[in-house]
């Protein structure tokens, strides 16, 4: 239904398979960074004094790198690969996440269930883990969603660029990327696989 590539194979099937690892590795890149920035935030901002002045400090510094530039510098350290777009995407989503869990966790620590578990002898990790977290995490989980859009435009770009899945793998990147030469000739060849992303895109918006 999608037509096929220059090489005849069914661009519906390799649109799909595009856009499984599009999810996949959002999903698990935006999950492992949001779960470390997470923590860093709520630790930091639990402990305040200078391990928050500390920690922060290096958070800013690193969200001072636009997430591209910084995902372009990881990958050619390590490499082109999908493994490796995962790993910047992961690196990318930590500074984002620790500072809105920061921000949390400074709103709530302060209130009277935090002040009742601590006066019944709640070590710090029960009252963070056990109590804050669950009273804290729902501004988090809509940033994970919306982060997954970041992250799927980062894996779309780095593919373009041809630094993530390699040729014969699939993904909606390198597949507008593969079109480039084929638009006067075969409009669906970018505009199906561009759907696809944008079509997904909005999903995690909405």
Same mark, same amino acid.
């Not at 869990?101 to 966790?105: E, I, V």
């Not at 199906?192 to 909405?206: D, E, W």
């Given at each position: 239904?999608?037509?096929?590539?220059?090489?005849?194979?069914?661009?519906? #099937? %390799?649109?799909?398979?595009?856009?499984?690892?599009?999810?996949?590795?959002? +999903?698990? =890149?935006?999950?492992? *960074? $949001? @779960?470390?920035?997470?923590?860093?935030?709520?630790?930091?901002?639990?402990?305040?004094?200078w391990?928050?002045?500390?920690?922060?400090?290096?958070?800013?510094?690193?969200?001072?790198?636009?997430?591209l530039?910084?995902?372009?510098?990881?990958?050619t350290?390590?490499g082109?690969?999908?493994?490796?777009?995962?790993?910047?995407?992961?690196f990318?989503?930590i500074?984002?996440?620790?500072?809105l #869990? %920061?921000?949390?966790?400074l709103g709530?620590?302060n209130?009277?269930?935090? +002040?009742? =578990?601590?006066?019944? *002898? $709640? @070590?710090?990790?029960?009252?963070?883990?056990?109590?804050?977290?669950r009273?804290?995490?729902?501004?988090?989980?809509?940033?994970?969603?919306?982060?997954?859009?970041?992250?799927?435009?980062?894996?779309?770009?780095?593919?373009?660029?041809?630094?993530?899945?390699?040729?014969?793998?699939?993904?909606?990147?390198?597949?507008?990327?593969?079109s480039?030469?084929?638009?006067?000739?075969?409009?669906?060849y970018?505009?199906?696989?561009?759907?696809?992303?944008?079509?997904?895109?909005?999903?995690?918006?909405?």
């Open positions: 239904p999608f037509g096929t590539d220059e090489l005849r194979r069914d661009l519906f #099937s %390799r649109t799909v398979y595009g856009l499984r690892v599009s999810l996949v590795i959002s +999903l698990v =890149a935006v999950g492992a *960074g $949001a @779960s470390l920035g997470i923590v860093i935030g709520f630790i930091s901002g639990y402990a305040s004094g391990v928050d002045t500390v920690t922060m400090r290096v958070v800013d510094a690193l969200l001072a790198f636009p997430g530039l910084a995902a372009l510098a990881i990958v350290i390590l082109p690969g999908i493994r490796n777009v995962g790993i910047a995407i992961a990318f989503s500074p984002s996440f620790a500072r #869990s %920061r921000a949390q966790m709530e620590r209130r009277d269930y935090v +002040l009742a =578990a601590q006066s019944l *002898g $709640a @070590s710090a990790p029960r009252v963070v883990f056990g109590h804050i977290t009273n804290a995490i729902a501004p988090l989980l809509t940033q994970l969603a919306l982060f997954m859009a970041s992250a799927v435009i980062l894996s779309a770009s780095l593919s373009f660029l041809g630094l993530g899945e390699r040729p014969p793998e699939s993904s909606l990147g390198g597949l507008v990327n593969s480039k030469s084929n638009l006067q000739t075969a409009w669906w970018a505009v199906f696989p561009g759907a696809t992303l944008a079509a997904l895109l909005l999903a995690l918006n909405l």
